[in-house]
């Protein structure tokens, strides 16, 4: 990770144990990370605070990934990752690339690919 002011990184997802672990791997990569439990929350803490990043799950009660993700694009500009707990079909993944995320990870993730693929966003962004 880069010097300098640690990358704020919001990760939204209904499942406790995904929280739990995304967040212990971006925090010992030298992140600052938020949580929400879906996307009305995620929606909330996004209007208080600024993020370099959004990692959200695809299915959450309340508001989803896909319908964050396009509420988000309507307010502010940050690059978004999406996860979800099994191979997303052609049409989720399209409506989430539509709705503007980057790219796609399937859960149970793996603590290198998760990192890798937030550095690579997080380059994108600053490119």
């Not at 640690?6 to 995304?22: G, T």
């Not at 890798?116 to 380059?123: F, I, K, N, P, R």
Request: zero cysteines.
């Amino acid at each position: 990770m880069p010097q300098g002011t640690p990358h704020r990184i919001l990760i939204v997802d209904d499942d406790e144990f995904s929280l739990r672990l995304m967040e212990k791997y971006l925090v010992a990569a030298g992140y600052v990370v938020a949580k929400a439990r879906d996307g009305a929350q995620a929606l909330t803490l996004l209007s208080r605070e600024d993020f370099d990043l959004l990692i959200t799950d695809l299915s959450m009660p309340r508001i989803g990934g896909v319908r964050l993700l396009q509420e988000v694009r309507k307010r502010w500009t940050i690059p978004a990752i999406v996860v979800t707990a099994s191979d997303i079909d052609s049409g989720a993944q399209r409506s989430s690339l539509a709705a503007g995320a980057l790219t796609f990870m399937v859960k149970p993730l793996d603590r290198e690919e998760l990192l890798d693929t937030v550095e690579s966003a997080l380059g994108k962004a600053g490119s």
